[in-house]
């Protein structure tokens, strides 16, 4: 991943409960932001099988020892580390990077 070169506050961190979506917008994307466990993650919230923005409503777990969200429509699995579809390797979503500072989330610009 490349060099963050800014961070945009989202939400409160008690905004984003364990294993249920947020959605948020960074520079005009959406993205979808995640708690597993202690671990925040944070990925595009565009289904790439549909093109309709419903990933921060998908199921999060754990699919063969992989953090995943599962598409709504269509049950896809994505690793929420790597962004690679576990049905389809050949398909990905964008993976952001995400931080907690002082009871803030924040998303980071990469350039």
Known sequence: ???VRSWQA???SNDVAPYLGVRALLDGE?????????????VDAIDP?????VLSRGIV????????????IYKQHFNLVSGVCL???NVSIKVYPVRE??????LGRVG
């Open 30 to 42: 959406q993205v979808a932001v995640f708690r597993v466990g202690e671990q925040l993650h944070a």
């Open 87 to 89: 049905e389809d390797e």
């Open 61 to 72: 777990g754990d699919l063969k020892g992989q953090a995943v969200v599962a598409s709504p």
């Open 10 to 12: 989202i939400c409160a």
């Open 1 to 3: 991943m490349r060099e």
């Open 49 to 53: 099988f549909t093109k309709t923005a």
């Open 101 to 106: 500072v002082d009871g803030v989330v924040e």
